[in-house]
């Protein structure tokens, strides 16, 4: 009898240890969630953007470029400066990549999924170790490293900027099966014009 009593009070015991456990899951699942949500919706801020399309008419001809980097470099020069040089980038080149991914918007949102500054999609922006893509510092530091990474990986500025558009597997791929030349890659063209104005 006072066998029983003791498992049972050894089941309740466990039952509410199961169900504390249970809960405490749920909600750390939940709010994982609700944090990844809120930095990506922002929604009283973050607006779509529709870039022109790589494939489209001459981008120079659809942008105000000199523009475009002054007021890149007047709002987020000093973000850019910091990142560039912790990451060992070079200022020109991140500024290129803002103005050609964002045109220096930090609420951008593109049509893939793709935010802010440098246009980071959430897995890569958590890979990098950032959790809100729309906050400009973190942004600039999370696609600076990226692009970092990117360039020691190929060995090249051209080749990181065409990962950084593409996703590296994908330029692998391509390069694999020599379908990938960078002199005719528009993304590489866009950013090649834009360095010119700096």
Known sequence: MNNHGGRERKWRKTKITLMLAIFIVVIFCFGVRKTEE????????????????????EWEDMVDIASTVRAIRSKFGHMIDAVSEEHGVPPEVVTAVVAVESLGDPTAVSHKK????????????RDMGISNPFHPYDNLWAGT?????????????KLALAA???????????????????????YIRR????LMYM
């Not at 802010?116 to 922006?125: H, P, S, V």
């Not at 950013?191 to 834009?194: D, F, S, T, W, Y």
């Open 145 to 157: 490293k990226y692009l970092k990474e990117q360039w020691e990986r190929f060995g090249s500025l």
């Open 114 to 125: 793709a935010y802010g500054l440098m246009q980071l999609k959430m897995e890569t922006a």
């Open 164 to 186: 950084y558009n593409m996703g590296p597997n994908r330029l692998k791929r391509k390069i694999k099966n020599n379908s990938f030349d960078p002199d005719y890659y528009e």
């Open 38 to 57: 809120a930095a990506v919706s922002d929604s009283r801020r973050a607006r779509l953007i529709v870039l022109p399309p790589l494939d489209g008419p």
């Open 191 to 194: 950013v090649e014009i834009v």
